[in-house]
């Protein structure tokens, strides 16, 4: 079964650049047929697609954020990660990591979520 | 239009059948899938492809479409069942996600 975990810093200040890591377990990210995606939540709001990047590096971005996002991969180590710069205290959110099925068009495995809080 | 809209808050009688919906324009042309969270977890999918339901899921959750609405049906609401509901979807360009704003269930 396919895990994915989440992790960086869990504080960042305002005008900086937050940088999450995903780490995928149980399959590989080079297989083909997934986009691999971070998706966020507002504290007691709803789920906000970032955006996605598939294995061989093309990458699809939300409108709204695509200014200050870039998601890379790293399929030597099963990773995939998101920048995104510039944040403020709008940032703060749970940062998810997700597969997303191209052939579903749906995400079907989540990471646990990473509290990114904006503040000096 | 990249937008999907949901009921921000439904309530079912245990035992019951309830039906959360999603409307958006972007749904004429492609399927929506439905995600359950619940307090401090992880969303979970519980129909994807617009009637599919993945393994583990039980058969009391079902997903259906008409024109610009997708419709997620719980037959037989449990107390488990109380939890938030997400719809998504592409958006009209086909190539990003949008998700719904979210319905709050609440089995009485």
């Known amino acids: 079964q396919v895990q994915l975990q989440e992790s960086g810093p869990g504080l960042v200040k305002p005008s900086q650049t937050l940088s999450l890591t995903c780490t995928v377990s149980?399959?590989?990210?080079?297989?083909?047929?997934?986009?691999w995606s971070w998706i966020r939540q507002h504290p007691g709001k709803g789920l906000e697609w970032i955006g996605y990047i598939y294995y061989s590096g093309n990458t699809y971005y939300n409108s709204s954020l695509k200014s200050r996002v870039t998601i890379s991969v790293d399929t030597s180590k099963n990773q995939f990660s998101l920048k995104l710069s510039s944040v403020t205290a709008a940032d703060t959110a749970v940062y998810y990591c997700?597969?997303?099925?191209?052939?579903?068009?749906?995400?079907?495995?989540w990471g646990q979520g990473t509290l990114v809080t904006v503040s000096s | 239009s990249s937008e999907l809209t949901q009921d921000p808050a439904v309530s079912v009688a245990l035992g019951q059948t309830v039906r959360i919906t999603c409307q958006g324009d972007?749904?004429?042309?492609?399927?929506a899938s439905w995600f359950q969270q619940k307090p401090g977890q992880a969303p979970v999918l519980v129909i994807y492809?617009?009637?599919n339901r993945p393994s583990g899921i039980p058969d009391r959750f079902s997903g259906s479409s008409s024109g610009n609405t997708a419709s997620l049906t719980i037959t037989g609401a449990q107390a488990e069942d109380e939890a938030d509901y997400y719809c998504n979807s592409r958006d009209s360009s086909g190539n990003h996600r949008v998700f719904g704003g979210g319905t709050r269930l609440t089995v009485l």
């Open positions: 149980g399959g590989s990210i080079s297989s083909g047929g997934y986009y």
């Open positions: 997700a597969r997303d099925v191209v052939s579903y068009g749906s995400v079907d495995y």
């Open positions: 492809h617009r009637d």
């Open positions: 972007s749904l004429r042309s492609y399927y």
